[in-house]
């Protein structure tokens, strides 16, 4: 018997379990994956790193160059930072471990759908580590942030709507969820309100530095 096959087929009853969402298709290598992606047009892409070449990534990066709408989540039995790293630059939404329960994913899941992006405060704390080189113990997450990001930041520490941000900054709505997207990531936060708290509480973040346009 095809274990892989076995394995797939109950994660997507698991899946079919959850009421927010349905499962379209279930792909076994990257060919069939890009396909079923053109017909569907889905969402979400939850997706192990054994999937098509290089532990998955492969498969991801062309997920995304293809169908750049869509959020991936990779689920891994492996929590090394690099490998999380990898994910990220592949274009992965989110990095889950494969021992997570069934309310855990669906909580996943929702986040991704909604926010764009799911990572605890401990795996972004990894995964910054190895993409700054190494922070220096004196340095601050905000550090991170591009001048654009931080302006997006200080907005919505300012509780301004996604579309207001978008207007004041000429930028498209998509644009400024996509760039909330990175800044959670740096952050280690799941959605607007806990960025906001953030900044709010954060001595680094000095509003009067942000350059408005």
């Keep these: 018997m095809d ?3 076995l394995v797939a087929e109950g994660f997507r009853n698991l899946l079919q379990s959850f009421k927010e969402f349905s499962v379209v298709a279930v792909t076994h290598d990257e060919a069939t994956t890009l396909r079923q992606l053109r017909r569907h047009h889905p969402h979400l892409v939850v997706m192990g790193p054994g999937a098509g070449g290089n532990g998955g990534m492969d498969t991801a990066r062309a997920i995304r160059r293809s169908s750049r709408h869509v959020r991936i989540i990779v689920l891994a039995s492996s929590r090394q930072p690099i490998h999380m ?11 889950l471990s494969r021992d997570i329960d069934a309310q855990e ?3 996943t899941l929702l986040t991704v759908h909604r926010e764009g992006v799911a990572l605890s405060a401990a795996a972004a704390g990894q995964v910054l580590e190895l993409v700054s080189g190494g922070l220096s113990r004196d340095a601050s997450p905000l550090d991170l942030l591009t001048r654009r990001e931080r302006e997006i930041l200080f907005l919505v520490a300012d509780d301004q709507e996604t579309h207001h941000i978008a207007a ?5 709505p998509k644009t ?3 760039y909330l997207s990175r800044i959670y990531a740096k952050l280690g ?5 806990q960025t906001a708290l953030y900044a709010l509480r954060c001595p680094d973040f000095h509003p009067q ?3 408005k346009t």
């Design 85 to 95: 790293r990898e994910a990220f630059v592949a274009g992965a939404n989110a990095y």
């Design 105 to 107: 994913l669906r909580d």
């Design 189 to 193: 936060t799941r959605n607007r309100l």
């Design 3 to 5: 274990t892989e096959r």
């Design 176 to 178: 400024v969820r996509n």
């Design 168 to 172: 004041r900054l000429g930028i498209t």
């Design 209 to 211: 530095s942000v350059v």
